[in-house]
């Protein structure tokens, strides 16, 4: 028992501790999970980076925009987004349902702040850079958002078009 014990802890140090036992704590979540969990959700599952077929950037600006307002992707993709805050305040890059994320914008309305990090949602403090490797394997059309309190309302918010078929252009 005692070597299983090391082997945990000298595995947790090497992952580094704080985010291997980073649930609900104070610190602000800058760091990207080490260990990430790959959930099916909806819209689909965490990517592998070394997967990624298509690269997507965006740059959030406090005009409560994105710069792009569609991304079309096809089944299967595994793409990684990268959000640029050309902004000075803090934004973030949520995928999910509409239903899903018109919720949990509801939920950070009220706590605003709250600590919520998963492999769909990336947090870019001003002037950072922050990625999501996502893969598509279901069909449909998703949203990305920034669900800071207030943003989403603003409309700062865009389509996910996930086809079954080729698409033409993105
Ligand atoms: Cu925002």
Not at 64 to 81: E, I, P, W, Y
Not at 142 to 151: D, N, Q, S, T
């Amino acid at each position: 028992m005692k070597a299983t014990h090391a082997t945990l802890l000298s595995l947790a140090l090497a992952l580094g501790a704080t985010t291997a036992v980073r649930a609900h704590t104070d610190k602000p979540h800058d760091k990207k999970p080490v260990e990430v969990r790959k959930e099916q959700k909806e819209w689909g599952i965490a990517g592998d980076p070394k997967a990624v077929k298509l690269t997507i950037e965006h740059s959030a600006k406090d005009s409560m925009r994105f710069s792009r307002a569609l991304d079309r992707v096809k089944l299967g993709d595994t793409v990684r987004f990268v959000i640029r805050n050309d902004g000075k305040l803090m934004h973030e890059f949520v995928i999910g349902t509409v239903k899903e994320n018109q919720a949990h914008a509801e939920l950070m309305k009220k706590f605003p702040n709250m600590e919520h990090d998963e492999p769909y949602m990336a947090h870019v403090p001003p002037g950072k850079t922050a990625e999501i490797v996502w893969t598509f394997n279901r069909p449909g059309e998703f949203e990305f958002a920034c669900l800071i309190a207030g943003h989403y309302d603003a409309g700062m918010k865009g389509m996910i078009k996930v086809s079954a078929t080729n698409v033409a252009s993105r």
